[in-house]
T-cell receptor, first 112, second 114 residues
Framework: GENVEQHPSTLSVQEGDSAVIKCTYSDSASNYFPWYKQELGKRPQLIIDIRSNVGEKKDQRIAVTLNKTAKHFSLHITETQPEDSAVYFCAPTGGSNYKLTFGKGTLLTVNP | DAGVIQSPRHEVTEMGQEVTLRCKPISGHDYLFWYRQTMMRGLELLIYFNNNVPIDDSGMPEDRFSAKMPNASFSTLKIQPSEPRDSAVYFC????????????FGQGTRLTVV
């Protein structure tokens, strides 16, 4: 099965700074790379995703970059705001991997 | 579509009682996943179904846990008998075939076993 690791497990930044979270995976057949955000007391929700034929995707202040050779992808948040404070999960899937396995999550805290 | 619907939202039960959690996936999603979330273990995959058939239940902690999907619009997760260590938030999620789109989660059921 897919082994998924996220780093760091916790991240604290000042409002306005950038934040980067990295996800490494083991299944080279994975072809879909989403990031989910879970606010306190709520459900995980998709915030951005990327497919294996694309190296980078951007949506306003968030972006995802993919390195298929090295088997990792990263979430980038610029100009962080307090409402970005949440737990972020990656869950690479596709190819031979039908098991939707999530990383252990990264707790991001944005200090005003 | 109203999204993935779970019930109940909260459940408090006594140790030894049977608990049944319910999930209605998004129409057209072929895959359904049950997760348990705790502070210590994070988001654990318990079992998943494809076209109503259980594919992998290796995450089910023990025989006290069982899950069914009698049709494409309904699934249950049952715990019998329940124990205090089962206290957690249980999420149901549905998706198109993994790799073809994102998973959508229900609001979760917060289970407390006293």
């Amino acid at each position: 099965g897919e082994n998924v690791e996220q780093h760091p497990s916790t991240l604290s930044v000042q409002e306005g700074d950038s934040a980067v979270i990295k996800c490494t995976y083991s299944d080279s057949a994975s072809n879909y790379f989403p990031w989910y955000k879970q606010e306190l007391g709520k459900r995980p929700q998709l915030i951005i995703d990327i497919r294996s034929n694309v190296g980078e995707k951007k949506d306003q202040r968030i972006a995802v970059t993919l390195n298929k050779t090295a088997k990792h992808f990263s979430l980038h948040i610029t100009e962080t705001q307090p409402e970005d404070s949440a737990v972020y999960f990656c869950a690479p899937t596709g190819g031979s991997n039908y098991k939707l396995t999530f990383g252990k999550g990264t707790l991001l805290t944005v200090n005003p | 579509d109203a999204g993935v619907i779970q019930s109940p939202r909260h459940e408090v039960t006594e140790m030894g009682q049977e608990v049944t959690l319910r999930c209605k996936p998004i129409s057209g999603h072929d895959y359904l996943f049950w997760y348990r979330q705790t502070m210590m273990r994070g988001l654990e995959l318990l079992i998943y179904f494809n076209n109503n058939v259980p594919i992998d239940d290796s995450g089910m902690p023990e025989d006290r846990f069982s899950a069914k999907m009698p049709n494409a619009s309904f699934s249950t997760l049952k715990i019998q008998p329940s124990e205090p260590r089962d206290s957690a938030v249980y999420f149901c999620a549905s998706s198109p075939p993994p790799g073809q789109g994102a998973a959508f989660f229900g609001q979760g059921t917060r289970l407390t076993v006293v």
